[in-house]
């Protein structure tokens, strides 16, 4: 397996998106994984302050040169705000993804949603059997 | 799993990401498309087009044949020479686009689009009469060393018989001891090279060309790449802005079509069609905003529907996006305000002047 870095303070769902829980602040984006298939991210659409987004479901659009592909959310809730530094300087979701290429700031709604996510030794072998896929 | 090249192994090696391409597992990117984008126009790229088809016509006949079957003059081809043109259908439309090489008097080669090699070799035998036609596509590697690094990369393995090679002309030269078919030509809107040569020599000369071009800043570069350069310099993609059904009149290539001549399969088609006026005419885009037009979407003109995008990406030399579209004739004039529907939003965009990049000095 290629070499993927997934912090083990982070949940993760199918779809390679991670939430963190930090103190009072809860942050999303995409795995080391995404934004490695993806390649480079050239341009993103994200939900507003006030927006709400619903677990499994769309709430944004991420744009590499070659492809699009839809953001998915990782748990309910609603949006504090989305990171302004990606509007002039999408890269940094390449060159840091869990750090300064985070998405979303949220506040959940359903505490109870995290556990439907994978840690990140199941999202690591989740990762793996779809790379010997 | 689709075909491969002989340089397969090679791509897997240097940890490029392989996509299928026109029936083939090809390297889409080995680092980034961008950086690899970055080199063709700073320094030099090397690209596996081993993909594409080579289908040879021999014989007295072969110039006669060549002549009925291409948009394009071919008499007046000196051998040493490469022409571009368009296989035509007899409803004017384009069967391939082709480069078109004079290898003797009477022997022609046409590099062909991957994706219609069976396609091409079945026209061409059907139309070449007494000529011989033999596609020797899996026997032929091909490489395209470009960039403005590529004529000292090639120059250190080819000597100085390299430099004389203008644009648009062939030579047969030994390159790091591989007999090899180099032209002045390419598909990235950047000087550079394209090498015909056996393909059980690829591996070894691939990894040749990388080693002397490491200094001057030589990367291996992906399909990602070349579709960005290539959409940069206006070219255009079969099966994006060219098909069975298109003109190359409205395509933009009529500099590609002996209008006067005619005699060519289609010929008569194509002004029957360019008599009644073409619906649509390819133009080139540029957005004024954020976002990216991407094949398929749909263009408006003073909000009505007015064409669709064939091709559109991010242009990594000029910092915003670019694309082609077929457009109603009134809508392509340059300037011309344009609508491109995004996921239901619309973006703003104007007709620009093509290529979006030109070639440095020129």
């Known amino acids: ?133 | 799993m689709g075909k491969r090249t002989p340089l397969y192994d090679s791509h897997v090696r240097l940890g490029a990401r392989m996509v299928e391409f026109a029936g083939f597992d090809m390297p889409v990117q080995y680092s980034s498309i961008l950086e690899e984008h970055a080199a063709v126009r700073e320094r030099a790229g090397l690209f596996d087009v081993s993909h594409m088809g080579q289908i040879h016509l021999s014989g007295p006949e072969a110039v006669s044949a060549c002549e009925r079957l291409l948009s394009c003059e071919v008499a007046s081809l000196r051998p040493g020479r490469v022409r571009y043109g368009l296989l035509c259908n007899e409803q004017g439309g384009v069967v391939d686009d082709v480069t078109l090489y004079r290898i003797a008097d009477d022997e022609l080669m046409l590099c062909v689009n991957a994706a219609n090699i069976d396609k091409d070799r079945d026209w061409i035998e059907g139309h070449a009469g007494a000529a011989s036609v033999e596609d020797r596509s899996d026997a032929t590697a091909m490489l395209a060393l470009q960039g403005p690094a590529a004529p000292g990369v090639l120059g250190g393995l080819a000597g100085p018989a390299a430099g004389e090679i203008r644009r648009f002309r062939f030579s047969q030269l030994d390159v790091a001891g591989v007999p090899a078919r180099v032209s002045n030509t390419g598909y990235t809107g950047a000087p550079g090279y394209e090498l015909y040569f056996d393909a059980a020599r690829a591996p070894e000369l691939f990894d040749r060309l990388l080693d002397a071009g490491q200094d001057a800043g030589l990367c291996p570069a992906g399909l990602g790449a070349r579709d960005t350069l290539r959409l940069e310099a206006a070219l255009p993609l079969y099966g994006h802005e060219l098909s069975d059904d298109i003109s190359p009149l409205a395509a933009g290539l009529e500099r590609f079509v002996k209008r006067k001549q005619g005699g060519f399969i289609g010929a008569e088609a194509i002004e029957e069609r360019a008599r009644a006026g073409h619906p649509e005419e390819l133009v080139g885009f540029e957005l004024l905003g954020r976002g990216i037009a991407r094949a398929g979407h749909a263009v408006l003109c003073d909000e009505r529907p007015s064409g669709r995008v064939t091709s559109g990406a991010p242009s990594p030399t000029l910092g915003r996006s670019i694309g082609l579209a077929y457009v109603r004739p009134e809508a392509a004039a340059e300037g011309t305000l344009l609508g491109i529907e995004v996921r239901k939003r619309l973006l703003e965009a104007r007709v620009v002047e093509t290529p979006f990049v030109r070639k440095r000095g020129s």
């Open chain 1, 1 to 133: 397996m290629a070499n993927y870095t997934f912090p083990s303070d982070c949940f993760y769902t199918k779809e390679d998106e991670w939430v963190q829980v930090d103190d009072d602040r809860t942050t999303l984006g995409i795995t080391d994984y995404a934004q490695q298939q993806l390649g480079d991210v050239v341009f993103l659409e994200l939900p507003s302050a006030g927006d709400e987004i619903k677990q499994g479901e769309p709430f944004g659009v991420i744009e590499s040169v070659k492809a699009v592909s839809d953001l998915y959310a990782p748990v309910t809730g609603r949006v504090v705000e989305s990171n302004p530094a990606l509007e002039e300087t999408p890269e940094l979701v390449n060159e840091s993804c869990y750090e300064d290429g985070w998405l979303l700031a949220i506040e959940p709604t359903d505490e109870s949603e995290f556990e439907s996510l994978m840690n990140s030794s199941a999202y690591r072998d989740y990762v793996a059997e779809r790379e010997e896929g």
